[in-house]
């Protein structure tokens, strides 16, 4: 893992504090996972959003476990060697979404370097078996890069999956010292071979981590980046350093910042833009997706 020193933790801003849930759907939706033996990102990340989102009866899956063979220094992920994959968790994610009557499921994944195609075939299995027992939903994958695999992303776009989304997670600059392994110009081509292989059938995704350091400028390239790569949808949010252990936070961007990104976004082209300290990836996803649902659905 990337070696990160330790260091006391900024106050947290008051546009940053958690309102806790009062309804027992939060009870609900643990009680459905527990029971089908799912994991999600929510947990495993320490998404601060864990308790909105799951109040309101909706989480995004992990599959293919809870062991990440990459050691990001933002993620609160185990880095492990994996387990062996389990041939019915498809199913299982199946039927959560069912029991959960989603609109929009978002899964994503650990990044499994350990398997030669990277975990796409089990992508692909969930997302026929979801389709399967859910018609009509959205369905919005969120992949590690597959090392830019052809075959491991024709896996993946063979079951149609709504949205694609792969996430750059920061500037060019700070890509060494906030990822593990992943580089940023592979995943700018993960996403522009997407719509290359795809086209308009497909939506891709993608977001980034503010308050790690990054200048304006920066960013701006990178967004720019992203709509040469002719990414659609983008996400910006404040990162939080989920343990000590994990990358400080430089900055505490102003939610006004955020506001003016998203302008500037929607200037660049992107159909579709999400900004402000609380969003994460799959925050209030079905937001963009509502349009694209069958009438009734
Ligand atoms: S924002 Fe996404 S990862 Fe976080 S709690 Fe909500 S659904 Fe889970």
Same mark, same amino acid.
């Given at each position: 893992?990337?070696? +990160?020193p330790?260091?006391?933790?900024?106050?947290i801003?008051?546009w940053?504090?958690l309102k806790?849930?009062?309804e027992?759907?939060? /009870?609900r939706?643990?009680?459905?996972?527990? *029971?089908l033996?799912l994991h999600?990102?929510?947990?495993?990340?320490?998404?601060?959003?864990?308790?909105?989102c799951?109040?309101?009866?909706?989480?995004?899956?992990m +599959?293919?476990g809870?062991? &990440?063979?990459?050691a &990001?220094?933002?993620?609160?992920?185990?880095? %492990?060697?994996p387990?062996?994959?389990?041939?019915?968790?498809?199913?299982r $994610?199946?039927?959560?979404?069912?029991?959960? !009557?989603?609109?929009?499921v978002? +899964?994503?994944? @650990?990044?499994?370097d350990?398997? *030669?195609?990277?975990?796409?075939?089990h992508?692909?299995?969930t997302?026929? %078996? @979801?389709?399967a027992l !859910?018609p009509? +939903?959205v369905i #919005?994958?969120l992949?590690?890069d597959?090392l830019e695999?052809?075959a491991? =992303?024709e896996a993946?776009?063979? /079951?149609a999956?709504?949205?694609f989304?792969? !996430?750059?997670?920061t500037?060019?600059?700070?890509?060494?010292?906030?990822r593990s392994?992943a580089?940023? *110009?592979?995943s700018?081509a @993960?996403?522009?071979?997407?719509?290359?292989?795809?086209g308009e059938r497909?939506?891709?995704?993608?977001?980034?981590m503010?308050g790690?350091?990054?200048t304006?400028? #920066?960013?701006?390239?990178?967004?720019?980046d992203?709509? #040469?790569?002719?990414?659609?949808i =983008?996400?910006?949010?404040?990162? =939080?350093q989920?343990?000590?252990?994990?990358?400080? $936070?430089?900055e505490f @961007?102003?939610?006004d910042k955020f506001?003016e990104y998203?302008m500037?976004?929607?200037?660049?082209?992107f159909?579709?833009v999400a900004?402000?300290?609380?969003?994460?990836?799959?925050?209030?996803a079905d937001?963009?997706?509502?349009p694209?649902?069958?009438?009734?659905?």
């Open positions: 893992m990337i070696q +990160i330790l260091q006391p933790r900024p106050r801003p008051e940053l504090r806790l849930p009062t027992n759907t939060f /009870a939706t643990r009680n459905l996972l527990d *029971d033996r999600t990102v929510c947990e495993s990340a320490k998404c601060p959003n864990h308790w909105e799951w109040s309101k009866g909706t989480a995004t899956f +599959i293919a809870d062991r &990440c063979t990459r &990001c220094g933002f993620c609160a992920v185990s880095t %492990a060697k387990f062996a994959l389990e041939a019915d968790e498809p199913q $994610v199946a039927e959560a979404t069912r029991r959960m !009557n989603l609109k929009h978002v +899964i994503t994944a @650990v990044a499994r350990d398997l *030669d195609d990277g975990g796409a075939e992508f692909r299995q997302i026929e %078996a @979801v389709r !859910n009509g +939903i #919005e994958v992949v590690p597959f695999k052809d491991s =992303l993946v776009l063979a /079951a999956p709504d949205i989304n792969h !996430n750059l997670e500037v060019r600059r700070l890509t060494p010292s906030v392994r580089m940023y *110009d592979r700018l @993960v996403l522009r071979k997407v719509k290359e292989k795809r497909v939506f891709t995704k993608s977001g980034l503010l790690l350091g990054e304006e400028d #920066e960013l701006l390239t990178a967004l720019h992203l709509r #040469e790569s002719q990414c659609d =983008l996400t910006l949010g404040q990162y =939080l989920p343990t000590l252990k994990h990358l400080p $936070v430089v @961007v102003h939610p506001a998203k500037r976004a929607e200037e660049m082209g159909v579709h900004s402000g300290p609380m969003v994460r990836s799959s925050y209030h937001e963009f997706s509502s694209l649902r069958p009438a009734g659905t």
